[in-house]
DNA sequence: CATTAACTTTAAGGTAAAATTAAAAGCATT
DNA sequence: AATGCTTTTAATTTTACCTTAAAGTTAATG
């Protein structure tokens, strides 16, 4: 029973069109000891987060009628809610810097398929963060965390998590890492790579991309950046 | 939209105890505007095969109760599904010589864990394969993959897609089958390959496009790109 | 059916690109 | 100014890809 810190059950807000899932994912934090809402629709999504304010809304990117990022936006102008985690859950392999690029206000990203430990340490990890004292709210605006598998990327603290296990990296290895995560599958030149990581006027020779490469298959293993000759580098997922 | 082939989306039936994995699946295909149904057991899965007469049915192999195989027994028997597109669903590593021996009707074995491309792709493989009238090729809205029949190509990962199996192909490989494929039929000239794979200043011999596509029908067959002598290469599917 | 031109196939270097390693250069922090 | 960490460079090795060359095959033509 983690719900309870000390006193009262974090309330947890789902929603989801497809019941089924909406069952499974209440079922496992139900048992951790949440207070646990559902919805199958935004609207009434919106109406209940606007009753029981709960410390953790998770929204399904895909849902017909209002979906995810519309109602994330709803939420999100709601003065009562300012401060509530938001959590997107979408299916693995989706585009992250075009969700991330709406800018709906989001603070992390959940794939699915999730394993019901996972979905756990991913939403303490998310009210850690709500932490009511903490009235300095840094978690503004954009989409903090990236779930990909194994490895989820927080932009916020600039660590990835893998397997469970914190890593801090440093600014140029995350950004890479980042960058790559951020559209999985994508091939990226070492041009775009520049550009983007190290900015348009910046000159480093070309053996530099190598090298962090190099870092960071070290610290997630080899698998997960693959190298495309003369073309660039790939996150594989 | 691909799962709409002219009218009416194709109908799949997953079938999977584990709830997570079903979420994903259908998410996925439901996005390429396939018709999805899912069941968490065999029974069920048979009571609804039934009834709304799916295209394709993916069933996994390990369910308790009544499981995968003997499921897809139970659905072969039915005079109507006899011509259903049954696909098993296995954990990588799980050993399926045993599964194939049985011989229990299945077209064909997708292991987990799958990329949603590669699902998709499979998917649509299998859906042209044994429903022939499926012809239409209309591409999805996804601008930098192109769908050839069996073949996904997919400019933004340099890599093709093959009945359902990833392929990287290295840079000139991967472009030279990128252009051949931009144009099936038309028939490409060797200056023409030369200038757009090659580029104009640079100067290879003759023998070198041959190679290449040696290269590319071994990894693809021998069927797809055609010589038409005296005159250059062409994509046919 | 011999000739020839065009394509196929195979295997062996050559080479450019990437990986690797170590060390130097930067930068904070104390 | 000394320490520890990050970043970049430089030098070397390794790898994967590309090209070529050489021999084999095919198909058209007289």
Same mark, same amino acid.
Request: glycine share 8%; aromatic share 8%.
């Given at each position: $029973?983690? #719900? $309870?810190?000390?006193?009262?059950? &974090?309330?947890?807000?789902?929603?989801? %069109?497809?019941?089924?899932? =909406?069952?499974?994912?209440?079922?496992?934090?139900?048992?951790? #000891?949440?207070?646990?809402?559902? &919805?199958?629709? #935004?609207?009434?999504?919106?109406?209940?987060?606007?009753?029981?304010?709960?410390?953790?809304?998770? =929204?399904?990117? $895909? $849902?017909? !009628?209002? !979906?995810?990022?519309?109602?994330?936006?709803?939420?999100?102008?709601?003065? %009562?809610?300012? !401060?509530?985690?938001?959590?997107?859950?979408?299916?693995?392999?989706? %585009?992250?810097?075009?969700?991330?690029?709406?800018?709906?206000?989001?603070?992390?990203?959940?794939?699915?398929? @999730?394993?019901?430990?996972?979905?756990? &340490?991913?939403?303490?990890?998310?009210?850690?963060?709500?932490?009511?004292?903490?009235?300095?709210?840094?978690?503004?605006?954009?989409?903090?965390?990236?779930?990909?598998?194994?490895?989820?990327?927080?932009?916020?603290?600039?660590?990835? @998590?893998?397997?469970?296990?914190?890593?801090?990296?440093?600014?140029?290895?995350?950004? =890479?890492?980042?960058?790559?995560? &951020?559209?999985? *599958?994508?091939?990226?030149?070492?041009?775009?790579?520049?550009?983007?990581?190290?900015?348009?006027?910046?000159?480093?020779?070309?053996?530099? @991309? %190598?090298?962090?490469?190099?870092?960071?298959?070290?610290?997630?293993?080899?698998?997960?950046?693959?190298?495309?000759?003369?073309? *660039?580098?790939?996150?594989?997922?």
């Amino acid at each position: $029973m983690n #719900g $309870m810190s000390s006193n009262p059950p &974090s309330k947890i807000l789902l929603v989801d %069109d497809e019941q089924d899932i =909406l069952e499974f994912l209440s079922y496992n934090l139900r048992k951790e #000891g949440y207070e646990v809402y559902t &919805s199958t629709n #935004g609207k009434k999504a919106v109406e209940i987060a606007r009753n029981v304010h709960p410390q953790l809304i998770i =929204l399904d990117v $895909m $849902m017909p !009628d209002l !979906d995810g990022i519309e109602t994330c936006r709803e939420l999100r102008a709601i003065d %009562d809610l300012k !401060d509530v985690v938001i959590s997107f859950l979408t299916a693995r392999g989706e %585009d992250y810097s075009q969700i991330a690029g709406f800018d709906a206000g989001a603070d992390d990203y959940i794939t699915k398929p @999730i394993k019901p430990r996972v979905l756990i &340490s991913r939403v303490q990890a998310l009210l850690r963060r709500y932490n009511p004292e903490n009235k300095t709210n840094k978690n503004k605006g954009n989409a903090n965390t990236i779930q990909l598998g194994q490895i989820t990327i927080d932009r916020e603290a600039y660590l990835i @998590i893998h397997d469970g296990t914190e890593i801090q990296l440093p600014k140029k290895e995350f950004e =890479l890492l980042a960058l790559l995560g &951020s559209k999985p *599958g994508k091939v990226f030149t070492r041009d775009e790579i520049l550009k983007s990581v190290w900015g348009d006027d910046v000159v480093v020779g070309d053996r530099t @991309i %190598d090298v962090h490469v190099r870092k960071l298959r070290e610290k997630l293993g080899e698998e997960y950046i693959k190298t495309v000759k003369g073309v *660039g580098y790939k996150f594989d997922f």
